[in-house]
Each structure stands twice: as structure tokens, then as C-alpha cells.
């Protein structure tokens, strides 16, 4: 009885809403009583399409030409038969309708008469024929129209459909540099604009004294470039400080390999000594930094005919079949850092062959035949050692690729008035890839060093480093120790006993003198059982020996453990998010425990977090507890914590976070996270009302939703008086942006703008308007010619909509009078075409064959109406086809006519406004303002009296109660086209009784 309710419900609605909404007419009745019922078909996220079906005794008989091309099963229609192979398994079947039997794999089924029905366009079956025979479980929702399959059979589309996703993927794998959409917004050159600053502002109280400390970041746009610098202040009862830090003034200098970066005011230098000095930088290294470095070949010898596949860092980036030797090459791109490449070979029987690599490229490398320098000139902010001077100095080095393993560079070091290195130093350096893991270093530097070192990382992670420094002075400029030499070596490597992973991790560091050597050596052992972290360590200080085994007074054991509470585990809802880490020290020398503590930290109230520690010194015999809260604000970020021990205690509270101007729109822009020296973008999404492109507060309406996806940038969105805003952007850098159209809340909008580049301006908000216009609207049929020689309106058939300068498709169907419709097409070129496999099963083609069109952007949707076509045999008379074209040729000569052409462009435009004032009325029915949607479709019939304009009243009266007036409405659109589609009052009335009672 739920059934029988649900489907009368759907059928009064349906009745009403294809007066009101033609796209959406669902049902209609046949000749065999038989409702022809249209489903929503989704299936894994890849299949989204409409399936006819129709609906006789309590059962939707579902299409089988019309599933399995969905499907994509082979289906070849020969009369009352459908046959193919089914499957990737390629199963041979054959539907014999003539004789109601089906072959599949060699066994034949009988079916009864009575789950077939036999349709112009496709061949409908039971679905329980679907389920038994070839393992498809169809099952309809009622309440949603919605057409629902479960299966284990591979379905062929959504096979190829992952297959093209990998191949995207490989693809995109593959490139070697970042694919730009068309640059719409440059940089933005700007004398003085914008301004951010990051702020922290402290209280300290302790027993003696209370502090207040706060220091400001401030960036902003000037002189085409950007300035920015900080300042510190301090104050208590007893001094006050005040000083400014980091002020520079930088210039950016895109689309020139000559220079690129001019940098004034504070800068480092570059050199063996990394000074901060105050005065000129200039450098011509990459605005963006390098990604793709170069290119990899990886080729190799397996069974013939294997199938291999190429990972790189687990995303899939090519894949071939091995020759009929076995070998197989491939070319792999390398980026900047550590690049793991992964081989899975398929063999023809079925194994699985696995190989991995890991390649090296550091970031100091150049590409082959690429330079870079770096040249800085100024005054030290602090003097060095050896000097009571602020000395100048002049500093310089430039970088060459050699090959695509071999960096080499060389440069100089002056500071002015050092006796000790009173001319300057010149300084080498070559770094060189060797067998794939290995990475050589050597450095050299006059009246300085000599340095040498070898890196390497393997496939399984494991790690190994050797770094030995020669001393040519024993103390001055570049040997501020008194060292002769050093030499440091670290080494890492993971394995596991049974499931329990372990990983060792060593390192060394010794420094050589004449009259002593200095050890500091550790050792860790790390572990991770389920959520619990464990790590064991000892280091110690050797001092003239190199055994570890003679401990000093240095050597400490220290232990930890760390552990999470998380929702994959059934613990009580409070303690969720809750980390628990205890640490031990141990002094073995001494055989004392030193210190021990305990620290619990929990999420509270989803932006915040507690902690609470106790800490115990067993030396001291100190107690330290500690507790802090944290929370995480959209604007601010506060931390509070109180310590205290034995003897005192110490209260901070701190509150950071940055404010940023955007000078285009006026607004503050107030976030917890830092802004200075980066950018941000300030997008305006409007209703262009007036097609002029730009906005017009007393006409165009903002729109208050919609998102930006951005490449490269993991900004949030944040809204402020109708404009969207996006931080944490690079300055200098350019992204793509896309507009997502899901988070439009109408779905007609069309941006002017979807994909588009920017650059981004320093220090500030950029400025992008984009103007947003209605989709458009198509209004067609479909008549077919008979033999006779008349033509009647063809319903059911598919026709596509294909963008020809996009990626846009789309399928819609003729109604039973014949007639298309749709209205969410986005303004662009269009070619339309009826289905050929419907056109095949009819023995027909279409005239014209296409039909192409172009939706223009306009504030009010661009209008397309008048589109047709005629279905014809096959085998049509060329030569009638002929006396058609003369006729129209004659139609053309008396459109000239002045008087005709005036008369037929009024009718036009009349017609025009009053279809448009329907489909605004459509519109003002989704918003439920139905008093509206009246007062549209009334100056619509003012203006031309149209069938669609009485139905579509009439029915906007019925919702309203008022009957009468339907029915006259009806009357009225009737007699305008008495082929209209009008319900009876009664039915209707009856319908809703029944459902009514039912429930």
C-alpha cells in the first residue's frame, strides 16, 4: 500500500509540475496502460544519467538497449534480437523476442510474454530477467525516482573509467612544469597599497616583577615592491626597550633571467659566514622555487610480454608492456628532494614483481647549463670576531649546472679591516650525484677550510652521512673553535622482528684539537606499537678517547613514551583527542635517576587544548607543574600558562595573530595566522545586470556564497561584506584559479570568468571581479516524416548537447509532443545531434545532422528557440528533398519583404519578452513566491497570449485552491494548441483523495 501511495503522489505531482516544468515531465500513458516513468541512474560516482522505463502492474520493465549502452555491454539490434558478448569476460548472449528465449554462455531460459514489452525505441524487460540471467540487481526507489544496481560483475565503463583516471593521473605525473590558465590578473605595480601586520602582545608575572612585551611584523606594498620590517618593545617597573629588527625594501623583477630579486636594508649573506649586514642584495635565483629538475631512465630485463608500471613517490606515471625480449625503458622526471620510484611488474602468469629506488637531487643543484649569483654589499649589523668594528663587507658567488649530476660554484668573501684576513677569500664548492643514492660534496674556502662529504638514502629508507673538515688556520675568521679539523657521521636504518618495527638511528660529532679531541655521540632505538610511540636513547661526551664503553660523568639515558586517544577506538567520547608522554633521565655514570615527567594533553571545545604536566628533578629535588591552555581562534590565538616549583611561579598570557587592509573594498582582514610577506586575493562575484562587466552597486546584486579552488595553496576562505577573501598566498607567485560551481547555491549562474591565472601583489589583497550572468536557455522538437507523407512530433528520443570549444556534454529528451528543452547551459558553442543508436532502431537520419548553436552571456540568459529536426528514412528522396530547399528558398524572398520582415520582428520580440517572462515566472516558482510567479505570467499573456502561458496559470490557480480559474486557464491553452498536454481536474482531485486515504 506505501508503494501505491508513494507512486500516486508522484503521479499528481508529475502531472502538475510537466505543466510548470517540461524538463521535468516524468509520466505519460500508453496504449497498454503502461506509465512511461524516467529514473535517475547513478552508479559509483561515474554513471549519471536518466533511464526510461515503464510502469505496469506494480513493475518498472527496464530498457535494454538503453542500459547496456549505459553500461557499455556490447548490444547489437537486429529486429526482435539483441545479442553481443558480454562483459570483460566477452560471454556470448542472444534476447530473442520473437521466439521469448535467452541464450547466455550456452545455456538457454525461457521467458514468459508477459515480462517483455516491446516499445518503437527499445525492448523493455522484467528486472528480475536483469537479476537471473545476468547478474544485475535493479532495484527502484520510490521516493526518489532513482534507479539503484548492485553487482559483482565488472562493469565495463566503470573499468574504463578508473583506467582513464590512472592515466589522468600518469599524465599529470608526467609534466615537468606547471600548465597555466590564461593570464587574466598580472602583477599589479603600486606605489603604496595595501598592509599587514602580525602582532604578539605578553604579560609576564612573576613574584618579582610583571613584564609587558609585544613585537609587530609589518608588510606592505611600496615603490613597486614591498617593505617590510618588525619592531620590539619591552616594559616593567624597573626599564623599558625599544627597537626595530629586519627592515628591508624588496624588488621583483619577473620574466628575466638576468636579475630577479633586488633586496634593500637588512639582508644575510651567502657565504661560508651567513652575517646579517645592512645594505644591497641582488640575485637572479628563481621567483618560484624549482620543482622539476631533470629527467631519469629506467629500463630493465623482465619475462616477455610483461606488463610494468612505473611509480613515482606511489602515484602512477607511465606503464608499457614488455617487448618480446623482456625489456622495457622508461623516462622518469626527478624533482628536488628525494624521489622514491617504484616498479611493479605484472607477469604473464599471474606473479607480481616489486622493485624500488630512491633518487637524490639536493636543492642546491642546478639544472644542466643553468647559472645562478648572488651578489651582496654592505655594512656587518655586529662586528665579528677579532674586530671592534661594524666591518663592510662585499660578498659574491654564482652556481652552474655542469651536467645533470654535477654542480660546481665558485665566488669571494671581503670584510673590510680584519688583520687576522685582511684580503679576500675566495671560495669553491662542486656537489655531483654518483650511482643514484650518492650524493659528494667538496668545499673549499682560501685561509679557511677544507670540507668533504658523501650522503646517501635508500629505497628501504635507510640513511647514512659523512661530513670532514679540514682546518687550514687553527683559529681566525673561519675557525672560531681552534679546531684543526672535525668530522661527524650519522647513520639510520629501520627493520623488524616478526610485525614489530624498529628503527636505530646514530650520530657522532668530534672536533680535533692539537692537544685534545672532543666526542659527543648518541644512539636511539625507536618503536611504534598501534597508537603507543616508544624511544630509547644514550649519549654521552668523550673527551681524548673514542670508545663509548668509557662512560663520563655526560652519559645520560633518556627514555620516552607517547600515546593517543583517537575515535577509532571505543573509549568514552571525552577522552577523545586526549595524548598522554611520559619522559625519563638517567644518569648511568652516577647511577642516579635525574628526572622524570608526566604530561597530559586534551582538545577542548574543538579550537582549544590543555595541557597539564608534573615534572620531578631527583638532583635538585625540584617539582615543576605546568598547565596552559591554548585555543585557536578565526582571529587570534591565545596561550596561558602558569609554572611553578619549589621557590617560585610564573604566569604568561599571550595573544598573536595579524590584521591585514584591503584598500580596494575597504576592509579589515583579521585572522590568527601571519600575513607579512605574503599575499591574499579579495574576489567580488557579482549579477551583471547591466552587461557591462564591471559592478554597479545601485544595479547588479553580489553574490554571498560561492569558492575558489586555488593550485599550490592550502588557503581557507574567509567572507566580509559580499567579498570573498583568500590568505596564506606566496607573494610574486602565480596560481590557477577555478571556480566551483557546487558551491553556487543557483545552479543557472555562469561566471564570466571560470578558469583563469593570477599574479599575486605583495603584502595585499588582489583585486578580481568577476561577473556572473544566467545560463542559457534552447527550446526545440522533433517531427518525424511518414510515407505518407505527414510528419507527427517523435517523443522519447535522446538528444546530446556537446560543447565544441569545452568539455561540456549533456544529454535531454524530447517530450511527447516532440519538443526539447533545457536551461543550465553555460554560455560557449554547442553542437546538437540526435541519438544515433534511437535513429538506427528507426531505420532514420535526421535533417539537418546537427545543429550547431552559441549561447552569449547576458544578465538575463540568452534565449534559444526555434530549434529543429526532421526525422526522415534512410533511404529519403533526394529530389524532395530538393523541393523542399526551393521552398524555403521561396520562404527566404518573402521574408525580404519590408512589411512582412517589420510585422514577423514585432511578433518576435512580443513573443521574445513574453517566453522570458514565463521562464523568470519557472524561476519565481523555485523561490516559492507564487503571488510573483502570478504577476510574471500576467504580463506575459498581456503581451502575447501563448498556450504555454494559460497552462502554466491555470496550474499556479490549482496549487492556489482556486479551481474555477484553473480550469479556465486550461480551457484557454487549449484552444491556443489543442495538442497541449492538460490533466483532468478530477483525476487529479481523486489522485490526491487516494493518497490521502492511503496513508
Known amino acids: 500500500m506505501n508503494v501505491r501511495c508513494n507512486f500516486a503522489r508522484y503521479l499528481i505531482l508529475s502531472l502538475l509540475l510537466g505543466l510548470l516544468f517540461p524538463v521535468n515531465s516524468v509520466a505519460q500513458v500508453d496504449e497498454d496502460d503502461s506509465f512511461e516513468v524516467y529514473l535517475a541512474f547513478r552508479h559509483r560516482g561515474v554513471i549519471n544519467s536518466i533511464v526510461t522505463s515503464y510502469y505496469l502492474d506494480d513493475v518498472f520493465y527496464l530498457p535494454v538497449n538503453g542500459l547496456f549502452s549505459t553500461l557499455d555491454f556490447e548490444a547489437n539490434v537486429n529486429g526482435l534480437v539483441v545479442q553481443g558478448n558480454f562483459g570483460l569476460d566477452q560471454i556470448p548472449y542472444r534476447i530473442d523476442l520473437e521466439n521469448y528465449t535467452i541464450t547466455f554462455d550456452g545455456t538457454s531460459t525461457e521467458i514468459k510474454p508477459e515480462e517483455v514489452l516491446i516499445k518503437e525505441l527499445d525492448y523493455f524487460l522484467h528486472p528480475d530477467i536483469f537479476k537471473n540471467i545476468f547478474g544485475l540487481n535493479f532495484t527502484v526507489d520510490f521516493n526518489n525516482l532513482a534507479l539503484d544496481l548492485e553487482t559483482n560483475i565488472p562493469i565495463p565503463r566503470i573499468e574504463r573509467t578508473v583506467r582513464t583516471a590512472k592515466r589522468e593521473n600518469m599524465q599529470r605525473g608526467y609534466r615537468t612544469t606547471t600548465e597555466f590558465f590564461p593570464l587574466e590578473f598580472d602583477r599589479k605595480w603600486s606605489a603604496f597599497d595595501g598592509g599587514f601586520?602580525?602582532?604578539?602582545?605578553?604579560?609576564?608575572?612573576?613574584?618579582?616583577?610583571?613584564?609587558?612585551?609585544?613585537?609587530?611584523?609589518?608588510?606592505?606594498?611600496?615603490?613597486?615592491?614591498?617593505l617590510q620590517g618588525s619592531t620590539i618593545a619591552a616594559v616593567n617597573s624597573e626599564f623599558s626597550t625599544f627597537a626595530t629588527n629586519n627592515l628591508r625594501w624588496r624588488y621583483i623583477i619577473r620574466d628575466t633571467p638576468l636579475i630577479t630579486k633586488v633586496a634593500v636594508g637588512d639582508n644575510t649573506l651567502d657565504g661560508a659566514l651567513n652575517s646579517q649586514y645592512v645594505g644591497v642584495r641582488l640575485t637572479n635565483e628563481p621567483i618560484e622555487s624549482r620543482q622539476f629538475f631533470d629527467e631519469y631512465e629506467v629500463q630493465g630485463y623482465v619475462t616477455p610480454q610483461s606488463e610494468v608500471e612505473l611509480y613515482l613517490n606511489n602515484s602512477l606515471i607511465d606503464f608499457q608492456k614488455a617487448d618480446d625480449l623482456g625489456r622495457y625503458r622508461f623516462i622518469a622526471p626527478l624533482y628536488y628532494g628525494s624521489s622514491q620510484l617504484d616498479l611493479r611488474i605484472y607477469g604473464p602468469t599471474g606473479q607480481i614483481i616489486q622493485e624500488s629506488r630512491r633518487v637524490q637531487v639536493p636543492f642546491n643543484f642546478n639544472p644542466k647549463g643553468e647559472v645562478t649569483y648572488h651578489l651582496n654589499a654592505g655594512r656587518l649589523k655586529n662586528s665579528l670576531i677579532g674586530s671592534e668594528d661594524r666591518n663592510y663587507t662585499v660578498q659574491g658567488k654564482t652556481?652552474?649546472?655542469?651536467?645533470?649530476?654535477?654542480?660546481?660554484?665558485?665566488?669571494?668573501?671581503?670584510?673590510?679591516?680584519?688583520?687576522?684576513?685582511?684580503?679576500?677569500?675566495?671560495?669553491?664548492?662542486?656537489?655531483?650525484?654518483?650511482?643514484?643514492?650518492?650524493?659528494?660534496?667538496?668545499?673549499?674556502?682560501?685561509?679557511?677550510?677544507?670540507?668533504?662529504?658523501?650522503?646517501?638514502?635508500?629505497?628501504?629508507?635507510?640513511?647514512?652521512?659523512?661530513?670532514?673538515?679540514?682546518?687550514?688556520?687553527?683559529?681566525?675568521l673561519y675557525n672560531q673553535g681552534g679546531n684543526s679539523s672535525q668530522l661527524s657521521l650519522s647513520g639510520f636504518y629501520p627493520f623488524r622482528i616478526g610485525n614489530f618495527p624498529l628503527n636505530v638511528r646514530a650520530s657522532t660529532y668530534t672536533r680535533f684539537r692539537d692537544n685534545e679531541n672532543f666526542s659527543n655521540y648518541r644512539l636511539d632505538l625507536n618503536t611504534r606499537v598501534k597508537k603507543m610511540n616508544l624511544r630509547l636513547g644514550y649519549s654521552d661526551r668523550l673527551i681524548d678517547t673514542f670508545n663509548p664503553l668509557e662512560m663520563t660523568r655526560a652519559a645520560s639515558v633518556n627514555s620516552s613514551v607517547t600515546y593517543s586517544l583517537t575515535r577509532e577506538q571505543k573509549i568514552p567520547d571525552f577522552l577523545i583527542g586526549t595524548f598522554f608522554r611520559g619522559t625519563y633521565r638517567y644518569r648511568p655514570y652516577l647511577k642516579q635517576s635525574e628526572s622524570m615527567e608526566m604530561m597530559i594533553s586534551k582538545s577542548v571545545m574543538k579550537t582549544g587544548r590543555i595541557q597539564v604536566s608534573l615534572?620531578?628533578?631527583?638532583?635538585?629535588?625540584?617539582?615543576?607543574?605546568?598547565?596552559?591552555?591554548?585555543?585557536?581562534?578565526?582571529?587570534?590565538?591565545?596561550?596561558?600558562?602558569?609554572?611553578?616549583?619549589?621557590?617560585?611561579?610564573?604566569?604568561?598570557?599571550?595573544?598573536?595573530?595579524?590584521?591585514?587592509?584591503?584598500?580596494?573594498?575597504?576592509?579589515?582582514?583579521?585572522?590568527?595566522?601571519?600575513?607579512?610577506?605574503?599575499?591574499?586575493?579579495?574576489?567580488?562575484?557579482?549579477?551583471?545586470?547591466?552587461?557591462?562587466?564591471?559592478?554597479?552597486?545601485?544595479?547588479?546584486?553580489?553574490?554571498?556564497?560561492?569558492?575558489?579552488?586555488i593550485g599550490r595553496s592550502g588557503s581557507f576562505p574567509i567572507y566580509k561584506n559580499g567579498v570573498l577573501y583568500y590568505t596564506q598566498m606566496q607573494s610574486y607567485y602565480r596560481y590557477n584559479m577555478e571556480m566551483m560551481k557546487a558551491s553556487l547555491n543557483n545552479p543557472m549562474l555562469v561566471p564570466e570568468l571560470e578558469k583563469f591565472s593570477l599574479v599575486t601583489d605583495p603584502n595585499s589583497f588582489k583585486k578580481i571581479d568577476i561577473p556572473f550572468y544566467l545560463s542559457g536557455v534552447i527550446e526545440g522538437n522533433v517531427e518525424?516524416?511518414?510515407?505518407?507523407?505527414?510528419?507527427?512530433?517523435?517523443?522519447?528520443?535522446?538528444?546530446?548537447?556537446?560543447?565544441?570549444?569545452?568539455?561540456?556534454?549533456?544529454?535531454?529528451?524530447?517530450?511527447?509532443?516532440?519538443?526539447?528543452?533545457?536551461?543550465?547551459?553555460?554560455?560557449?558553442?554547442?553542437?546538437?545531434?540526435?541519438?544515433?543508436?534511437q535513429l538506427n532502431l528507426l531505420g532514420s537520419r535526421t535533417i539537418p545532422e546537427k545543429l550547431d548553436i552559441e549561447v552569449e552571456a547576458k544578465s538575463e540568459g540568452d534565449f534559444i528557440e526555434g530549434l529543429h529536426f526532421l526525422i526522415v528514412p534512410k533511404d529519403y528522396d533526394e529530389e524532395q528533398e530538393a523541393l523542399n530547399d526551393t521552398l524555403q528558398t521561396i520562404m527566404a524572398s518573402l521574408e525580404t519583404d519590408r512589411e512582412l520582415v517589420a510585422y514577423r520582428e514585432s511578433l518576435l520580440n512580443d513573443l521574445d519578452r513574453s517566453l522570458r517572462l514565463i521562464i523568470m515566472a519557472q524561476n519565481a516558482f523555485y523561490r516559492k513566491r507564487i503571488e510573483q510567479a502570478m504577476d510574471l505570467v500576467n504580463e506575459s499573456l498581456d503581451i502575447f497570449k501563448t498556450a504555454q502561458g494559460y497552462a502554466l496559470k491555470g496550474s499556479l490557480h490549482y496549487l492556489k485552491g482556486e479551481k474555477e480559474l484553473a480550469r479556465e486557464n486550461w480551457n484557454m491553452a487549449v484552444r491556443f494548441n489543442p495538442d497541449i498536454y492538460i490533466p483532468e481536474m478530477e483525476a487529479l482531485d481523486q489522485i490526491i483523495n487516494i493518497g490521502g486515504s492511503l496513508e
Not at 430 to 449: C, D, H
Open 399 to 476: 652556481t652552474v649546472g655542469v651536467t645533470n649530476w654535477l654542480t660546481a660554484g665558485a665566488g669571494f668573501e671581503y670584510f673590510d679591516g680584519l688583520v687576522s684576513n685582511p684580503g679576500p677569500s675566495i671560495t669553491s664548492k662542486v656537489s655531483g650525484r654518483l650511482l643514484t643514492n650518492y650524493i659528494v660534496t667538496m668545499e673549499a674556502i682560501s685561509n679557511g677550510f677544507f670540507r668533504s662529504g658523501i650522503n646517501a638514502i635508500y629505497a628501504n629508507s635507510s640513511s647514512f652521512s659523512v661530513n670532514y673538515t679540514n682546518f687550514i688556520a687553527q683559529s681566525g
Open 615 to 709: 615534572g620531578q628533578n631527583f638532583i635538585t629535588q625540584n617539582t615543576n607543574f605546568r598547565i596552559g591552555f591554548i585555543f585557536e581562534f578565526n582571529k587570534a590565538r591565545t596561550t596561558t600558562t602558569f609554572t611553578t616549583n619549589s621557590t617560585s611561579y610564573t604566569a604568561t598570557q599571550n595573544v598573536r595573530g595579524s590584521v591585514g587592509y584591503d584598500s580596494n573594498y575597504k576592509n579589515f582582514i583579521i585572522t590568527s595566522r601571519n600575513q607579512v610577506g605574503k599575499s591574499g586575493t579579495a574576489i567580488r562575484m557579482f549579477v551583471d545586470n547591466n552587461n557591462n562587466h564591471t559592478y554597479d552597486k545601485e544595479e547588479d546584486n553580489l553574490i554571498p556564497e560561492g569558492k575558489m579552488r
Open 197 to 226: 601586520m602580525d602582532y604578539s602582545i605578553s604579560a609576564i608575572n612573576s613574584q618579582s616583577s610583571t613584564t609587558f612585551n609585544m613585537s609587530n611584523n609589518i608588510g606592505l606594498q611600496l615603490a613597486g615592491g614591498d
Open 784 to 837: 518525424r516524416l511518414y510515407e505518407e507523407g505527414h510528419t507527427q512530433p517523435q517523443g522519447g528520443l535522446n538528444i546530446h548537447i556537446v560543447g565544441t570549444e569545452n568539455d561540456f556534454r549533456k544529454d535531454i529528451r524530447t517530450f511527447t509532443d516532440g519538443t526539447f528543452y533545457d536551461y543550465e547551459l553555460p554560455p560557449g558553442k554547442y553542437e546538437l545531434t540526435v541519438d544515433q543508436s
